[in-house]
């Protein structure tokens, strides 16, 4: 209900969730879940190369089957956020002269500060209230 009340109940939203050994892309329109993809590149290979990790983030981003346009809110939680260079890697790449956004994309962190919830509440639980599913957050 909070995720609802702060992005309204129809938004539209790409995630990505940043786990050690993966990262999972979701796709949201009308706040349901159309698409999920899982990059085989986590937060292990973004502290080693994080050249590499975005070039695997846009060539998953290109593979995506059924999706036309990707929405231009883009949540980002996880591992590896820290990074200075990480935000600014994202925010200089021009995704939307490959991936069809519908405009230049706008990364935000998405924690627990993000809708006022104790901070003892991590990336997965906030992915899973932002998609409806965890009672946890209702």
């Not at 909070?2 to 706040?31: E, Q």
């Not at 937060?43 to 975005?54: A, G, N, P, R, V």
């Not at 998953?60 to 231009?72: C, D, I, Q, R, W």
């Not at 935000?108 to 932002?130: E, H, M, R």
Request: glycine share 8%; proline share 3%.
């Amino acid at each position: 209900k909070k995720l609802k009340s702060k992005l309204g109940a129809n938004y539209d939203a790409t995630l990505l969730s940043i786990h050690a050994d993966f990262t999972d892309i979701s796709v949201i329109f009308g706040g349901n879940l159309v698409k999920n993809k899982t990059l085989p590149l986590g937060s292990t290979s973004l502290e080693k190369d994080l050249d590499f990790w975005m070039d695997g983030l846009e060539m998953a981003f290109l593979e995506f089957s059924g999706v036309k346009t990707f929405a231009n809110t883009v949540y980002v939680c996880g591992s590896g956020l820290e990074r200075t260079d990480f935000w600014e890697m994202l925010e200089w790449r021009e995704w939307e002269e490959k991936i069809p956004f519908k405009t230049k994309p706008v990364f935000t962190k998405l924690d627990a500060g993000f809708v006022d919830l104790p901070q003892d509440y991590k990336g997965d639980l906030l992915i899973c209230g932002l998609l409806n599913i965890c009672n946890e957050l209702a």
